[in-house]
Structure formats: C-alpha cells, structure tokens
C-alpha cells in the first residue's frame, strides 16, 4: 500500500529529447496557471522536471498522445480536475511529525482546558494528508491522561486530495509507519493487523470515531463555521504565495476561538501582522483576543 509520496522522486530526463513525451516551457507555464487558479500551489520554476513526472503518469493511464491532447482532456473533462490535483501535491507526513506540537497538546493545552469545565473540543487538521496528522492529534488527547471519555470530541480533517482522503478513513497503515512510536503511543493507537493485515496496524475505533475526513480545498469555501479550539495548519502553506498564507491566515484567524490554538509547519513563519496571537515557541499560537 503507498501511503506517502516522498518530495524526492527519481527526476525525469533533463533532455527534452530522452522524454517519452513533449514537455515545453509553455506546457510548464499551462500547468503552473492552472494548479495555481485551482488549489492556490505557486510552483517554482525549477519544478518541471518534477511535474513532467508526476503528470506522465496520467497521461500514459488516459492514453492521450501527449500534454496538449491532456490540456484539451483536462478542459472536456472537468472530473480530471481531481486527478490533475492528486498528480500535482506532496503529500509528505508521518505520524507525529514535529511531536512538540502534540505533546504541547496532551501537556498543557488539554489539562487548562478541562480546568476551564470545558467538555467540548474542536480540532481542524486542514492538510491532513494520508491522516498521520489527525490521529496523533487524537492519540494526544488520550495521551494527556485526562478522562475524556464522557467528552464531544470533533477533529475535522481535509484536504484537497481524494486518494490520501481515501487512505486516510481506511485507517490502516503498514507497521513500519508506527514504528518510532513510544509503546504507550502504539498501544493507545492501534491495533496489530491479523491474516493478510500481519504487517499491517489499524487505527484504534474509539478514535476513528472522532475524525471526520472530508475533501476541503483550502482556496474554496470551508465546510467549518462554528469555533475551532485548535487549527493544524501545517506544511501546506509553504505551497502558496504570500498574498495567500495571509489571506488563509486571516481566514483562520476568524474561525479560532479565543485561547485557541495554531499550529503551523516548521519552515512557516506568518509574514501578517499576528499581534492577536501569542507566540506559545517554534509555530505555534494562541490566539489571546
Ligand atoms: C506536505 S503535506 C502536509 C501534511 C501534514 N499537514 C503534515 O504536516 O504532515 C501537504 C498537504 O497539503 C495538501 N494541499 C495542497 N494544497 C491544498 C489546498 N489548496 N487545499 C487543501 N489541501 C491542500 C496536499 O494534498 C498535501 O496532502
């Protein structure tokens, strides 16, 4: 089962004359338009290597001649559009990547929030990839040791692309994905696969049944409206322009309540103004009026 796509993928030939297909600079400029108006990806010039590879791929499943004939398909087939977007992101993640972001959960947010008779909490993972991210998220509020059972426990997790979607509500992921984990981690998780899952782990159902997954383009309308006590936000906002993190950040900015808290990735740094946040160390928030 793939679970992630690496960043590093083998690199297509650089000589235009060794590629299967014609890949001109302006092919290059169509598909960084249109992934561009799409999903708000700003893709550098030095990507095309990388796109002529991903997007080979759906030309030889398609058996279109080549990339105009897909530019033509793509314009006829507004279905495609998906695929486009699935070939087109880096969907690299692990569970508990950047782990200070969850263990700040579990050892201070959680425990001042229940303080706070809170009982509710509402979590958005809003580029949840393959679902790494959402669990460990779910796995820390276990992990806090405070008694949550009795609590409304709602983690939205989206993303634009429908295959990691896909992976991500089937829950079961090959055991070497869980393999840094403390054992107490795993334990709280998941559960080892049997039969023909014997190398596989499933995530635990008294968790799953806290997560939504659905698709969410970040550029479009979200499908949030009520108060968020956190937003991960994480290794996505590197993809956009900066007119764009600002006008995401502004965005969730409005959807956090106050106390709330942010989580961004660790190569993102907001270039808005964030004086309604305190900063909580490395790229996290709270956001204090
Ligand atoms: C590198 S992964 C980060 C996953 C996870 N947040 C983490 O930090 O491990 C980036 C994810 O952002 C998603 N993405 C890219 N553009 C998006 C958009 N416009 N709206 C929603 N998700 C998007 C990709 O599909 C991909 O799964």
Redesign the pocket.
């Known amino acids: 089962m793939s679970i992630a796509r690496s960043g590093a993928r083998p690199l297509a030939p650089r000589d235009e004359a060794e590629r299967e297909f014609h890949f001109t600079t302006a092919d290059f400029k169509q598909v960084k338009q249109r992934i561009y108006d799409n999903?708000?990806?700003s893709l550098a010039d030095h990507k095309m290597d990388l796109v002529y590879n991903r997007l080979v791929r759906r030309i030889r499943a398609l058996n279109v001649a080549g990339f105009k004939e897909y530019f033509k398909y793509l314009d006829n087939t507004p279905d495609e559009y998906n695929n486009f977007i699935n070939a087109m992101?880096?969907?690299?993640?692990?569970f508990y990547?950047e782990s200070h972001h969850f263990e700040y959960i579990s050892n201070v947010f959680l425990p001042q929030f229940a303080k706070n008779n809170q009982r509710k909490i509402r979590i958005w993972?809003?580029?949840?990839?393959v679902g790494?991210?959402p669990y460990s998220i779910a796995i820390s509020l276990l992990e806090s040791g405070i008694n949550i059972t009795n609590w409304q426990v709602e983690i939205y997790a989206?993303?634009?692309?429908t295959n990691?979607l896909q992976t991500a509500s089937n829950a079961v992921y090959p055991m070497d994905r869980i393999e840094g984990l403390s054992i107490s981690r795993k334990k709280i998780g998941f559960l080892r696969g049997v039969g023909e899952n014997k190398n596989n782990v499933l995530v635990r159902p008294e968790i799953r049944k806290w997560i939504k997954f659905s698709q969410?383009?970040?550029?479009e309308e979200w499908p949030i409206r009520e108060p968020l006590d956190i937003i991960?936000c994480?290794?996505?906002m590197i993809?956009f322009d900066k007119e764009t993190q600002n006008r995401l950040l502004d965005r969730m900015e409005k959807l956090l309540r106050v106390g709330g808290l942010l989580c961004i990735?660790h190569s993102e740094s907001p270039s808005r103004d964030m004086s309604n946040f305190k900063i909580l160390g490395r790229t996290m928030y709270q956001k204090i009026k």
């Open positions: 999903a708000g990806i992101t880096t969907n690299l993640t692990s990547r993972s809003s580029a949840c990839s790494e991210e989206t993303d634009i692309d990691v969410c383009n970040l550029m991960f994480r290794n996505v993809y990735g």
